[in-house]
């Protein structure tokens, strides 16, 4: 079993930064594809950000030079530093683990709010 827990949401204003971490139970965090999805008020989730087993990042164009997903496999920990942040980045981001075999999983979510 896999359990993930985000922290560092909160609340910022326009142009501020917030630094979201994900601490990840399970005994191959190395071999897990990593990724951070959000979801606005009445939207869908989407996916912001990932980072593969083999270090391969890719963003979505909407926080493409605002945003760096890392992560640290001695830590067991996936960050999403977030800067530059506009009132549109407003969502509860989640983090998510793809395991190469059984499936995938998600955190709570953590909440972040930005003020114009």
């Known amino acids: 079993q896999v359990h993930l827990a985000e922290s560092g949401g909160g609340l910022a204003q326009a142009g501020g930064s917030l630094r979201l971490s994900c601490g990840v139970s399970?005994?191959?965090?190395?071999?897990?594809?990593m990724s951070w999805y959000r979801q606005a008020p009445g939207k869908e989730r989407e996916l912001v950000a990932r980072?593969?087993?083999?270090?391969?990042?890719s963003y979505d164009d909407s926080v493409k030079g605002r945003f760096t997903i890392s992560r640290d496999n001695a830590l067991q920990l996936v960050s999403l530093q977030m800067n530059h942040l506009r009132p549109e980045d407003t969502a509860v981001y989640y983090c998510?683990?793809?395991?190469?075999?059984?499936?995938?999983?998600w955190g709570p979510g953590t909440p972040v709010s930005v003020s114009s």
């Open positions: 980072i593969t087993s083999a270090d391969i990042i």
């Open positions: 998510s683990a793809q395991l190469p075999v059984g499936g995938t999983y």
């Open positions: 399970g005994s191959n965090f190395g071999n897990y594809d």
